[in-house]
């Protein structure tokens, strides 16, 4: 089992930086794939990046490919998202969480979450 724990959101300007952090405990986090997703007030949670265990295999939204960078440090049971290019439609609530297998998209399989924090950027 494990526990994420999201942090890094705040206020940031249009075409600005901000890089997520998700703390997960436990010690069998390498055992686990991870995702970002988030959600605005009112609309369904969307899927960001997701990444497997051993960092091999990634795959993001269309939304964000090229501006936003998912990784993940095993050995500090934390897996980053790198946040690049900001723009007003990517404030939302980030939400990190984890899976058993690399689901990619799929939310209903991730079976571990995190409370989320929230990023806003300014136009």
């Known amino acids: 089992q494990v526990q994420p724990v999201e942090s890094g959101g705040g206020l940031v300007q249009a075409g600005g930086s901000l890089r997520l952090s998700c703390a997960a405990s436990?010690?069998?986090?390498?055992?686990?794939?991870m995702g970002w997703f988030r959600q605005v007030p009112g609309k369904e949670r969307e899927f960001v990046a997701a990444i497997s265990r051993g960092g091999g295999s990634i795959y993001y939204a269309d939304s964000v490919k090229g501006r936003f960078t998912i990784s993940r440090d095993n050995a500090k049971n934390t897996m980053y998202l790198q946040m690049t290019s900001l723009k007003s439609e990517d404030t939302a609530v980030y939400f990190c969480?984890?899976?058993?297998?690399?689901?990619?998209?799929?939310?209903?399989?991730?079976?571990?979450w995190g409370q989320g924090t929230q990023v806003t950027v300014s136009s």
């Open positions: 969480a984890a899976a058993q297998g690399f689901y990619r998209d799929l939310a209903e399989k991730y079976a571990y």
């Open positions: 436990g010690r069998t986090f390498s055992s686990y794939s």
